[in-house]
């Protein structure tokens, strides 16, 4: 899946999104940097290049205009989020239109749940979860995170305040894990921020890229 992304870079990306849904079109790289009041082209080429390496678009550098978004197709109300089918996944499996009041924000992805675990927080085996990037800043007490830790990635509750952070267990057999700020940032991939559910399993003629969840 994408790696995360820092503060500078969710918001060019943003800003790329934006301006496609207005314009049609991506801006220039001139047009990026008096955005962000970058003076420099070689800086902001280094942005969207940083972006392309870290799996959120597509670039030719021979081109001013030359971006194209990956895995966000823009539309008029819902937008495309890639479906992976596992949390180390590589590359989706598909997209899921979801309306814009659901998904708050751009670059995020979702992932199927797997075991019970969390039942008594309302996620269910099965469910597909709404990963939204986050700056490791902005977690708060008792958000449930996706984290890489031991090689593997999963679900994870985190706690703490001040300079003390932590992920705590949430299945059995898991240890917590205290962190500094520093190791959180490489840890954390994303906070869980909405669940998908369907009632049933989708029919083999109802492809999963064509269900469309509007918001309530």
Do not use: C
Not at 99 to 113: F, T, Y
Not at 129 to 140: D, K, N, R, S
Request: overall charge neutral; glycine content about 8%.
């Amino acid at each position: 899946m994408p790696d995360q992304l820092n503060e500078l870079e969710r918001r060019v990306l943003d800003y790329l999104v934006e301006y496609l849904r207005t314009n049609t079109y991506q801006p220039s790289i001139r047009e990026i940097g008096r955005e962000f009041s970058i003076k420099s082209t070689k800086t902001v080429s280094e942005l969207l290049q940083s972006l392309a390496q870290k799996g959120w678009i597509e670039r030719d550098p021979s081109r001013s205009r030359g971006v194209r978004l990956i895995g966000m197709e823009m539309r008029a109300q819902p937008v495309s989020v890639p479906l992976y089918d596992a949390p180390d996944s590589a590359a989706p499996s598909g997209q899921l239109q979801l309306d814009r009041m659901i998904v708050s924000s751009h670059g995020a992805w979702l992932i199927p749940m797997a075991g019970d675990h969390l039942a008594e927080e309302g996620i269910r085996s099965g469910d597909l979860l709404i990963v939204e990037p986050v700056e490791f800043a902005a977690l708060e007490h008792g958000d449930i995170v996706l984290a890489h830790t031991a090689g593997s990635t999963a679900v994870r509750r985190f706690s703490g305040s001040g300079a003390e952070h932590q992920l705590d267990p949430v299945r059995r057999g898991e240890l917590p894990l205290t962190l500094t700020a520093r190791q959180g940032r490489s840890v954390v991939r994303g906070r869980i921020t909405g669940v998908v559910r369907r009632l049933r399993p989708p029919q083999q003629h109802e492809p999963i890229a064509a269900v469309t969840i509007p918001a309530t």
